[in-house]
């Protein structure tokens, strides 16, 4: 493992990073037009309507049930509920927006766009900056760099390079309020295996730290940590679930360490109890001092076997409602009430206000009939005194991996992959737009 070679912009100052910001930008965008070809994200473009929910859905006509393709009835220890919705019918008429659950209006006012896409990128918002790490720009295209915006003046104002063997997406990310811990995920475009490498970032002085990896058994490399966004638990670091390096089969291991300051006070992680559900795209928010686990999924995209590219291939996925919490002791998973529909890519869609958790956006259970991804264009809370679940608004548009953060009254969210247009679900584009609502909780 080769090490990192620290970067050393120390200044604050915006007016220094803009001409790296918009140099950056001439490359992504070049890099979007030359990749556009092939890539399915870019066919369309549907522009933006603030009523999607509000309109008139249209039908679809579902082929005969025999016509679809064959699919596997398992995924790792999940039943998969490919059945719902269907009918005996050959044909029937199905809305394609039949995941939207009702949901009032917000006011949305987009604010400044991130200076590029992306799609399962990770955030932490400390005090006033929001960092937002890597992602990809497009599946043969990913990011390694973070991205800040300034809450107080409404700006992109910084960006510094990652370092060069740490992941490019799906990052597990918590924060002490300076360091911030990034560990695992997916190393490089297209479907690849994730890595176990750990790295801390100093947001004072921009310096990236050594950090332990996770202990990856030579299959087990979870992808995802948990944390709240300012928060490591009773000072450790917890790790869980993921996927296992096929990036498919979902893994159970949970793993923690003492950290402080930056750095690790343990040599090794140390194991925990696993988590009920494996698999990757779930939140992971600790509030109350209380570990709260919530949606995700089994199964995710994978390489083609034996492509060079690691060429993802869509494999079967199951989304769940579930919601499990952990208590301080952490001997036994409670099962808490479930979502108000199943979601996943939620990883850093959410944020803690006035002790409840709010999410926005994400994927539900595929459509029953044609299996396409359905998006989630809806803001969940959850209570965490009743610890109940309610549907507090709609989003400009359903979108995915959003990354949300909470300043001044405003509810804000960033990047992501957004639906095809009102009536349609689907995913299409990948998107740097910011987005903020006052709300009221
Ligand atoms: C953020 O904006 C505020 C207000 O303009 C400014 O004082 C502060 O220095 C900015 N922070 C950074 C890191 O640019
Ligand atoms: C995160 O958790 C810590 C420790 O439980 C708590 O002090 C902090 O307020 C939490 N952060 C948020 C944003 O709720
Ligand atoms: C949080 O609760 C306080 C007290 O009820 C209220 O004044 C405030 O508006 C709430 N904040 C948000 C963002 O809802």
Not at 399 to 406: G, I
Request: net charge positive; with cysteine; aromatic share 10%.
């Amino acid at each position: 493992m080769a090490k990192n070679q620290p970067q050393s912009k120390n200044s604050n100052s915006c007016t220094k990073f803009v001409f790296i910001v918009t140099f950056a930008c001439l490359v992504g965008l070049a890099c979007i037009i030359n990749l556009a070809s092939s890539f399915s994200f870019y066919s369309t473009y549907l522009s933006f309507t603030s009523n999607w929910m509000s309109q008139k859905p249209p039908t679809l006509i579902v082929p005969r049930a025999g016509e679809e393709p064959q699919i596997s009835d398992k995924v790792g220890d999940g039943d998969l509920k490919r059945n719902k919705g269907r009918t005996s019918d050959s044909k029937r008429f199905l809305s394609a927006t039949f995941a939207d659950l009702p949901a009032p209006d917000l006011p949305w006012e987009q604010m400044p766009s991130a200076p590029v896409p992306r799609l399962d990128g990770s955030s932490i918002k400390i005090n006033n900056l929001f960092y937002v790490l890597s992602g990809y720009g497009t599946l043969d295209y990913v990011h390694s760099h973070v991205d800040v915006f300034n809450f107080t003046e409404n700006t992109w104002c910084a960006r510094f390079d990652a370092p060069k063997y740490m992941a490019n997406s799906h990052l597990g990310v918590a924060s002490d309020g300076r360091f911030i811990y990034v560990v695992s995920g997916q190393y490089g475009p297209q479907c690849r295996s994730p890595t176990s490498a750990a790295y801390v970032l100093d947001t004072q002085t921009k310096q990236w730290l050594e950090f332990p990896p996770l202990p990856a058994p030579r299959q087990v490399t979870p992808i995802f940590i948990c944390s709240n966004h300012t928060r490591l638990w009773r000072g450790r670091l917890h790790v869980m679930g993921g996927s296992k390096e096929n990036r498919h089969t979902p893994g159970l291991e949970h793993w923690s360490i003492a950290v402080k300051d930056g750095k690790a006070l343990e040599k090794d992680w140390r194991s925990e109890i696993p988590i009920p559900r494996g698999g990757p795209h779930r939140a992971c928010v600790v509030a109350n001092d209380r570990l709260f686990v919530i949606g995700g999924q089994e199964g995710d995209f994978m390489a083609k076997p034996g492509s060079p590219t690691f060429k993802c291939s869509r494999r079967n996925e199951v989304v769940y409602e579930d919601v499990y919490m952990l208590e301080g002791e952490m001997k036994k998973w409670k099962v808490l009430p479930p979502m108000p529909k199943p979601n996943s890519h939620i990883e850093c869609s959410w944020v803690i206000v006035n002790n409840s958790i709010i999410i926005t956006g994400g994927t539900t259970e595929k459509h029953p009939v044609n299996n396409r991804m359905i998006l989630v264009g809806e803001v969940f809370q959850f209570h965490l005194d009743s610890l109940t679940w309610s549907v507090i608004g709609k989003l400009p548009y359903r979108v995915k991996t959003t990354l949300a953060a909470f300043w001044d009254g405003y509810l804000y969210f960033t990047s992501g992959q957004r639906d095809r247009g009102p009536d349609n679900p689907q995913s299409l584009k990948v998107v740097g737009e910011m987005w903020r609502a006052r709300i009221n909780v």
